[in-house]
C-alpha cells in the first residue's frame, strides 16, 4: 500500500496490510488529524525529507510526529530515542488518512481511550470498533 502526503513530496510505502487502524481520542492524534497503523519499522519505507514534532506537554514524550514540511500533512510517526531505549525500534506509525478509501476497505477501525490512558497496559475503547467500507 502506498500513501503520500497531500502535495506528493512524501511517500510512505507499507509492505504489509495492517489489520486494524486506531482512531485516537488523545490530543496529539486528535489535533494532527491521524488515524494510526501500528506496524514494525521493517515494514515501512518513506521516501522524502520531513519535519518532526515531540510534544512537550509530556515529560517524556514517546512518539515523534513526522509531517510534511511543505503541505504540512502527518505521514508518520517513529519512536523517540527514550522510547526506543525501553521498548526497543519495534513500532512506528503510519497515517492512514494519508489512502485511498478503497485500499482500507474490510480493515478495522478502533477507537482508544488514548485521553483517559495512563501509558501502562492495553487501551479502553470509547466507542465498538467497525469495518471500514460497510
Known sequence: MTLSCLCGQIRVDV????????????ALC???????????PSQ?????QTAAYSR???DDPAAALQFCPTC???????????AVSKFGNSMM???????D????AGMELRFPDGRAWS??????????ARILGQ
Open 119 to 128: 501509558g501502562d497496559g492495553a487501551f479502553d475503547y470509547v466507542q465498538d
Open 101 to 104: 478509501e478503497q485500499d482500507l
Open 44 to 48: 515501512v519505507d518513506v521516501a522524502g
Open 30 to 40: 486528535r489535533k494532527s488529524g491521524a488515524r494510526w497503523a501500528y506496524v514494525h
Open 56 to 58: 512537550d506537554d509530556k
Open 93 to 99: 506509525g503510519v497515517n492512514m488518512r494519508l489512502a
Open 15 to 26: 509492505k504489509t496490510r495492517p489489520d486494524y487502524i486506531n482512531e485516537c481520542n488523545c
Open 72 to 82: 504540512g500533512s502527518t505521514t508518520h510517526f517513529t519512536l523517540t530515542d527514550s
